[in-house]
């Protein structure tokens, strides 16, 4: 694969060992490229703003600025960023939340790392396409709340 193709991605977490193992199985597809870890929300931001991923996974509970502000200030300067949340914290205010400032899609950790290089390429490729994982979509489908949600 052409290396121009690639996609670049930023890992946000507080946890290093996630971030590595996040690296270790992101690396070895071919078309993603991780260029960046942060440790927290502020570094976050300023990497995001400094390396300009294409794509951010960020966690939402991480010091110094949780991953929801983080999101809301990287997409206020990088609006074509797209900011997929994969947090512990499954509930419906959070995701809604997560929704509400822009972020393209939402993955609980308890999901399969295969889901998300799918939810990586799905919102990089599929212009305006929101990813949720399918614990999270069961949770709006019963709700009947109408959110696009990639295969």
């Avoid at 996609?7 to 946890?15: N, S």
């Avoid at 290093?16 to 270790?24: P, Q, Y």
Wanted: net charge positive; with cysteine.
């Amino acid at each position: 694969m052409n290396p121009k193709k690639r996609i670049t991605v930023l890992l946000a977490d507080d946890h290093k060992v996630i971030r590595k193992e996040l690296r270790k199985m992101l690396e070895v597809e071919s078309d993603l490229e991780v260029v960046g870890e942060a440790a927290n929300g502020k570094q976050a931001v300023e990497m995001a703003w400094k390396l300009r991923p294409a794509v951010i996974v960020m966690d939402i509970s991480m010091p110094k600025l949780n991953g929801l502000d983080a999101t809301q200030q990287i997409l206020q300067v990088l609006p074509a960023t797209r900011v997929l949340i994969l947090s512990s914290h499954s509930g419906e205010a959070y995701v809604e939340s997560a929704m509400a400032i822009g972020a393209a899609g939402y993955i609980d950790k308890l999901t399969s790392i295969s889901v998300l290089g799918v939810a990586i390429r799905t919102v990089q490729h599929q212009t305006g396409a929101v990813f949720l994982c399918p614990t999270i979509a069961k949770i709006f489908k019963k709700q009947s709340v109408s959110m696009p949600q990639a295969k």
